[in-house]
C-alpha cells in the first residue's frame, strides 16, 4: 500500500519542522463504496419516466415499488423526475376509497387492516396499505410489527403495503405520501387504507387526506387511559371499539353507549353524515362487515350529496397550501441571519428584556433586510 510521504495533522503548529510529520496510510473506503455503488447501478438500470408509468399503470408491482421510492427520495433530481412520473399518472388517480384509521398504539389498527383488507379481497378489490409515522425516524417505525400483524395481506398479489417514509418532518412525510396514494390509484387500486397513531398531530394530517375516517379504541379503555383528546373525536366519521371479544364484550357495550353519548354533542366532521359507533374485534372478525357496510353508505350519502367531491377538492387545495407553508417556514428558519440572532433572541427573552411580540418582530425584521440585500 502506497504511504503519504509527510502529512502534518491539523493541530502542528505553526512553522513547525519535518518532526511533526506523520505518514499514514489513504483509506480505502472510497474505493469500497464505488464498487457498491456501480454494483447496485448495474443491478438496478434508471427507468425513463415513461418506463416508470407505463409499469404503474400495468400493475408491474416492481416498478409501483420503484416509483414510490423514487418519490420518496430527497435527492433533487430523483425529485424533478418523480414529478414528471406523477403529472402523468395524476389523470388516472383519484378513483379509490381512501380510508383513514387511527387510534392508540395497541388498539389494534394493523390488525383489523387485516382483517379488513382480507375481507375487501375476497370481494375483488385491490388494496393499498399504508402508514403514517412521522416518529418512524427515531423508533424506526412499527414495519416489523406491521408485517407480522398483516400477516396474510402482505401476501396477497392484491395488496400492496408500504410502511411510512422515513426522515423529514410531518409535512415532508405527508407529501410523499399523498403522492403515494395518487401512483397506487393509478396502478388500479380501488380501496387505500391509510393507517396512523393517534397521538399527536398525525390524525389531523391523515384526515386531510382521506374520504372516511375511523377511530379505533379498546373497549373499557377509558379516555385518559387511550390518550384520546376531544379533538380526535369531531374529525372521525366512525368509531370501532376493538377487542370486543371473551371477557371484553359487556365492557365494549357500555363504552359504546359513552361514546355514542359524547358523539351527540359535537359537531359532525362530515356534513350530513352522523359518526357511528360500533363493538368489533379484528382478532375474530367481528363487525368487520358492519363496518364496510357503513363505510359504502357513507360513500353513497356523500357522493349523492356532493359532500365526497367537495372534499376531495378542498383537500387539494389545502395540500398545495400546506406545502408553501412548509417552504416559507423552513424557508424563515434557515435563513444564516436568523439563525444567527435566534441565540441571542431566545437569551433576552429568557432574561425579561423582550416581549415575544418585540422578539417576533425582531426576528422577521432580519429576515426582511436580508431580502432586501440579496436584491
Ligand atoms: N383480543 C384481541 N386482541 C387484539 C384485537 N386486535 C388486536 N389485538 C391485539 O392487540 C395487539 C396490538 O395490535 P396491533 O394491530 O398491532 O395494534 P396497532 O393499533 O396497529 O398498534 P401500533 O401500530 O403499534 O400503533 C396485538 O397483540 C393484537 O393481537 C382484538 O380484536 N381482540
Ligand atoms: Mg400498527
Avoid at 365494549?252 to 362530515?270: F, G, M, R, V
Avoid at 357511528?276 to 350519502?301: D, H, Y
Wanted: glycine share 8%.
Amino acid at each position: 500500500m502506497k504511504k503519504n510521504k509527510s502529512y502534518k495533522p491539523d493541530w502542528t503548529p505553526e512553522n513547525a519542522g519535518e518532526e511533526f510529520a506523520v505518514s499514514i496510510v489513504k483509506g480505502v473506503e472510497n474505493k469500497i463504496n464505488k464498487t457498491q455503488e456501480a454494483d447496485k447501478t448495474l443491478k438496478r438500470k434508471t427507468l425513463s419516466v415513461d418506463e416508470y408509468v407505463n409499469g404503474v399503470l400495468n400493475f408491474d408491482r416492481n416498478i409501483l415499488a420503484r416509483t414510490i421510492t423514487l418519490i420518496e427520495s430527497n435527492n433533487l433530481n430523483h425529485q424533478e423526475i418523480a414529478q414528471q412520473v406523477l403529472r402523468k399518472l395524476l389523470p388516472h388517480s383519484g378513483k379509490s376509497l381512501r380510508i383513514g384509521i387511527t387510534g392508540v398504539p395497541g388498539a389494534g389498527k394493523s390488525t383489523l387492516i387485516e382483517a379488513l383488507g382480507m375481507f375487501l379481497i375476497n370481494q375483488g378489490h385491490k388494496v393499498a396499505v399504508l402508514t403514517i409515522d412521522p416518529s418512524s425516524t427515531v423508533t424506526k417505525g412499527s414495519i416489523l410489527g406491521d408485517k407480522t400483524r398483516m400477516e396474510k395481506l402482505s401476501k396477497e398479489k392484491n395488496c400492496f403495503i408500504r410502511p411510512s417514509p422515513t426522515g423529514g418532518t410531518l409535512g415532508g412525510v405527508a407529501r410523499k405520501s399523498r403522492e403515494t396514494i395518487t401512483v397506487c390509484e393509478a396502478a388500479g387500486f380501488d380501496i387505500v387504507l391509510i393507517e396512523t397513531v393517534g397521538v399527536g398531530q398525525s390524525e389531523v394530517t391523515v384526515r386531510s387526506m382521506v374520504d372516511f375516517f375511523l377511530l379505533v379504541l379498546i373497549a373499557g379503555g377509558g379516555d385518559e387511559l387511550q390518550g384520546i383528546k376531544r379533538g380526535i373525536m369531531e374529525l372521525v366519521d366512525a368509531i370501532l371499539i376493538n377487542k370486543a371479544d371473551g371477557d371484553n364484550e359487556k365492557k365494549a357495550n357500555i363504552s359504546k353507549a359513552d361514546y355514542e353519548n359524547a358523539l351527540h354533542y359535537l359537531q359532525p366532521a362530515t356534513k350530513g353524515w352522523k359518526p357511528k359507533v360500533f363493538t368489533g374485534s379484528a382478532l375474530t372478525g367481528k363487525g368487520i362487515s358492519e363496518l364496510w357496510n357503513t363505510i359504502k353508505e357513507f360513500e353513497k350519502i356523500t357522493k349523492q350529496s356532493g359532500v365526497f367531491e367537495q372534499r376531495r377538492k378542498e383537500q387539494l387545495f389545502q395540500w398545495v397550501q400546506r406545502m408553501v407553508e412548509d417552504w416559507i417556514i423552513n424557508e424563515f428558519y434557515s435563513n444564516e441571519n436568523v439563525k444567527k440572532v435566534s441565540k441571542s433572541i431566545e437569551q433576552e427573552i429568557i432574561e425579561g428584556k423582550i416581549t415575544p411580540t418585540l422578539a417576533a418582530e425582531k426576528l422577521i425584521e432580519v429576515y426582511k433586510r436580508t431580502l432586501f440585500k440579496e436584491k
